[in-house]
């Protein structure tokens, strides 16, 4: 679900890896993937020119600026009892590494208050298996 919202979302996204990782002694799930969001910055301005003393005459306007971020998106899916937590870390490409630290610190601090229950070996065999292959 969160492949194909993203997809849905950004320009040019692709999943980078997926993998188990441990978050408070529990076996989770981590999406790295990447993509490019443009995002309007500054709105469209019109320039006023005055023409008749107290009549504002409106010339050309100036287009509106959008600028395209490649990002770098990180999210680390931790089971509940009754719930699931998605942690994520979203970020620019350049600076991706610094952001990384913070957020695999916070993941380390993550503790889960209400335990799940422990996973069949059914479940455990969805989670290695196909459902996290990119």
Avoid: H
Avoid at 76 to 95: E, F, H
Avoid at 103 to 120: M, N, Y
Wanted: net charge positive.
């Amino acid at each position: 679900m969160l492949t194909a919202e993203y997809k849905r979302l950004l320009d040019s996204y692709e999943l980078e890896k997926s993998e188990l990782v441990t978050v408070d002694e529990l076996t989770s799930a981590q999406f790295t993937s990447r993509g490019t969001m443009k995002l309007k910055v500054a709105d469209a301005q019109g320039s006023v020119r005055q023409s008749i003393p107290g009549w504002p005459t409106y010339t050309e306007q100036s287009p509106a600026q959008w600028v395209s971020y490649d990002l770098r998106m990180t999210q680390t899916l931790v089971p509940g009892k009754k719930r699931a937590y998605i942690i994520t870390c979203t970020s620019d490409v350049n600076q991706n590494r610094e952001y990384r630290r913070a957020f695999d610190r916070a993941i380390e601090s993550f503790r889960v208050l209400e335990r799940p229950a422990r996973f069949g070996p059914i479940v455990m065999g969805g989670l290695q298996g196909d459902c996290l292959l990119p």
